[in-house]
């Protein structure tokens, strides 16, 4: 199910990009990332700091397609679990992504965006295997060459589901 949407993303947006008017918004969005865990990815680990890369192609004055790479490490968290009789401590391991995405954004206005990334997460580390990788965002442009970013992550990995909610400064070039 999830290749197929994965695929209907690429389709619709070859599609789109075949007869779409061209508009000469192209850029590079290079920025921070602080993330913080929810769901079973929060019960081993606190926060996350990551980069965030991107490369826009406007389409339509509307509409851009794009690559949106980077890389996020979440810092692993470690839980003392006790009861009566004994105290056990778990450390957990930082996890480690780097996505490769597609990417889609929707301009609502001047500076404000919305959209998702599309793709496969590389899990670099000893647990993550990596998996389907999907990130919806909104964007805030703060000037002409910086922006706010929330977003969601959400990766379907083998070893464990991973979602994030996140914010991120980027700068344009």
Same mark, same amino acid.
């Given at each position: 199910?999830?290749?197929?949407?994965?695929?209907?993303?690429?389709?619709?947006?070859?599609?789109?990009?075949?007869?779409?008017?061209?508009?000469?918004?192209?850029?590079?969005?290079?920025?921070?990332?602080?993330?913080?865990?929810?769901?079973?990815?929060?019960?081993?680990?606190?926060?996350?700091?990551?980069?965030?890369?991107?490369?826009?192609?406007?389409?339509?004055?509307?509409?851009?397609?794009?690559?949106?790479?980077?890389?996020?490490?979440?810092?692993?968290?470690?839980?003392?679990?006790?009861?009566?009789?004994?105290?056990?401590?778990?450390?957990?391991?930082?996890?480690?992504?780097?996505?490769? #995405?597609?990417?889609?954004?929707?301009?609502?206005?001047?500076?404000?965006?919305?959209? #998702?990334?599309?793709?496969?997460?590389?899990?670099?580390?000893?647990?993550?295997?990596?998996?389907?990788?999907?990130?919806?965002?909104?964007?805030?442009?703060?000037?002409?060459?910086?922006?706010?970013?929330?977003?969601?992550?959400?990766?379907?990995?083998?070893?464990?589901?991973?979602?994030?909610?996140?914010?991120?400064?980027?700068?344009?070039?």
């Amino acid at each position: 199910m999830k290749k197929r949407i994965f695929c209907f993303v690429i389709l619709v947006s070859a599609i789109v990009a075949a007869h779409a008017q061209k508009v000469d918004r192209s850029f590079f969005k290079a920025g921070l990332q602080v993330s913080m865990p929810i769901g079973d990815a929060g019960d081993i680990s606190n926060f996350g700091l990551g980069i965030d890369l991107q490369q826009h192609y406007g389409v339509d004055k509307i509409l851009d397609l794009g690559f949106a790479t980077g890389f996020i490490n979440y810092f692993g968290k470690t839980e003392t679990i006790s009861d009566d009789f004994i105290e056990v401590e778990a450390d957990f391991p930082n996890i480690q992504y780097v996505p490769l #995405a597609g990417l889609v954004r929707f301009y609502i206005s001047k500076g404000v965006n919305f959209g #998702a990334d599309v793709g496969y997460a590389l899990g670099l580390d000893e647990i993550s295997e990596g998996g389907f990788y999907y990130r919806p965002t909104l964007s805030l442009g703060m000037s002409d060459t910086s922006a706010v970013e929330f977003s969601y992550t959400g990766i379907s990995d083998d070893a464990v589901d991973w979602s994030s909610v996140n914010l991120s400064l980027v700068f344009l070039f």
